[in-house]
């Protein structure tokens, strides 16, 4: 009976870290009279965790403010050099490694470019080693004070005694990633899909803060979303929620990656649009392996060519009726709050066509539900896989009380 009142004990004293770190990641600079308003703890139990808190140096005096006719009231934060998180975004035309603090403010990157169509998993393992041997050094970070690594990968990633990816377009098929990348490091890892990553930051930092049900929706050579439902990430049965790309919107329609036909992807993905455009891109044509940067110049290309030339105009109008079918499947199905437009190529098409993509939405979408929900561009940026990824061992370096 002993072990188990201690163990309660403990338990309420991480829980009660975890509930002033988060206070204090994502509302501070505040004083411990705002944290007790905050969390409901009592001004004892707040003055206690908060003394641990400082002790460990994981939080920081950040000035003061005036009160009331009292004394000043000391302001507190998470000290942003007291951990550092590292963020790998393993897209489908580079592999990616950002090493940040705990303020999230970027200290170091690395990236390797990927030949699109080719993600052999041992090369690509052997980057992402190569990146975070990288980071570390650049930054003059020690291998302990590392948090952990959040891995954002394409596919489908199934958490269970043994992470593993599977990728229909990547030619994964139970890739155990973590045990590949833990042959390499002592690092924690952290892995889940790039787009559920990606949103999970745009929930927390972009513009998807404030939202309690939202899609964030990413478009690049590939398309996907990220789903939230009451504040967290819906992944479904066996973790596949999200595949939007491969939702049909042509019955017989064109061929996608995939191997399916009709896909969303096969209309909306950036190499679809090209296709249709009549200009490929497929990439790496000099040998470089800069075959992504060759796919990004040449959908710019046809975004500016639209201001002159019919058939991109008529392209770029083909694209917008195709996504805004595809964005109202998403309020039909999941009546978001917000649907959020992000990815490299999702942004570029949105600066251009946003209002015709909303009006094509308004025309396949429910009335009532269409005009509860809020349509807007990712904040973040194009190339925000990696922020989104730091986010896993912050989420569980919050959420634990900072327990490495």
Request: hydrophobic share 45%; proline share 4%.
């Amino acid at each position: 009976m002993g072990q188990v009142n201690r163990q309660t004990v403990r338990d309420l004293r991480r829980g009660n870290r975890s509930t002033l770190l988060r206070q204090l990641f994502f509302q501070g600079p505040v004083s411990r009279q705002e944290l007790g308003a905050l969390t409901g703890l009592s001004s004892g139990s707040v003055s206690n965790v908060v003394g641990e808190l400082l002790a460990d140096g994981l939080v920081e005096d950040a000035g003061s403010v005036d009160s009331d006719g009292g004394r000043p009231r000391t302001l507190l934060r998470v000290a942003p050099g007291s951990g550092h998180l590292i963020g790998v975004d393993v897209g489908e035309t580079h592999v990616r490694v950002e090493l940040f603090d705990l303020a999230l403010t970027e200290l170091a990157r690395w990236e390797h470019p990927l030949t699109p169509g080719r993600y052999e998993i041992g090369p690509i393992v052997e980057h992402i080693l190569t990146g975070l041997d990288a980071v570390v050094a650049k930054a003059g970070v020690a291998p302990e004070a590392v948090v952990g690594v959040g891995v954002g990968v394409p596919g489908i990633v199934e958490q269970g005694p043994e992470v593993l990816v599977h990728g229909q377009t990547t030619g994964w098929d139970s890739v155990p990633l973590e045990r590949l990348l833990r042959a390499g490091t002592e690092l924690p890892l952290f892995i889940d899909n790039g787009a559920t990553a990606q949103g999970q930051a745009e929930m927390w930092f972009g513009a998807g803060r404030g939202a309690d049900t939202a899609v964030i929706a990413l478009i690049g050579s590939g398309v996907g979303a990220a789903i939230v439902a009451g504040g967290a990430p819906y992944r479904g049965a066996t973790s596949s929620a999200g595949e939007w790309g491969h939702t049909v919107v042509q019955v017989g329609g064109r061929t996608c990656r995939c191997g399916a036909v009709g896909c969303l992807e096969a209309y909306i993905g950036a190499q679809s649009v090209l296709d249709r455009y009549g200009r490929p891109a497929r990439g790496d044509r000099d040998g470089d392996g800069d075959g992504g940067a060759d796919q990004q110049a040449a959908l710019t290309a046809l975004v500016r060519a639209a201001e002159s030339e019919t058939r991109a105009r008529e392209v770029l109008e083909e694209t917008a009726v195709y996504l805004g079918a595809g964005i109202a499947d998403l309020i039909n199905l999941f009546n978001p709050e917000r649907i959020v437009l992000g990815g490299w190529a999702g942004l570029l098409l949105g600066g251009r066509v946003l209002p015709r993509i909303r009006a094509a939405t308004a025309a396949y979408a429910l009335r009532r539900p269409f005009a509860q929900t809020d349509i807007g561009l990712a904040q973040l940026g194009p190339d925000a896989v990696a922020l989104g990824a730091a986010t896993l061992p912050l989420a569980h370096f919050l959420a634990t009380g900072a327990a490495r």
